[in-house]
């Protein structure tokens, strides 16, 4: 069941290392860990396919990385849950 036993500072530490793990740059043991976190977390799952679908969007228009403004407002969703 999503956000149960909901523990947000795991939720900044996963949004620290989304890039990575959309870029498949973390270990193993990471990658999985944040999986069985995202598949519980409804805000952590908004998080990836939203940066996921942008880091796509970019690459398609050969832009470097993410712009700044969006993960601001990624970061914000995180920390204040009343953003969702
Ligand atoms: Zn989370």
Same mark, same amino acid.
């Given at each position: 069941?999503?956000?149960?036993? *909901?523990? *947000?500072?795991?939720?900044?530490?996963?949004?620290?290392?989304?890039?990575?793990?959309?870029?498949?740059?973390?270990?193993?043991?990471?990658?999985?860990?944040?999986?069985? *976190?995202?598949?519980?977390?409804?805000?952590?799952?908004?998080?990836?396919?939203?940066?996921?679908?942008? =880091?796509?969007?970019?690459?398609?228009?050969?832009?470097?990385? =993410?712009?700044?403004?969006?993960?601001?407002?990624?970061?914000?969703?995180?920390?204040?849950?009343?953003?969702?």
């Amino acid at each position: 069941m999503k956000e149960k036993n *909901h523990d *947000h500072k795991k939720c900044i530490s996963i949004f620290k290392r989304l890039s990575g793990y959309i870029d498949g740059e973390l270990d193993e043991k990471t990658y999985e860990e944040m999986q069985i *976190h995202i598949k519980e977390c409804i805000k952590c799952e908004v998080c990836l396919e939203t940066l996921r679908r942008t =880091v796509d969007l970019c690459r398609n228009m050969k832009m470097q990385g =993410v712009p700044d403004r969006l993960r601001e407002r990624l970061k914000l969703m995180i920390y204040d849950p009343s953003n969702l």
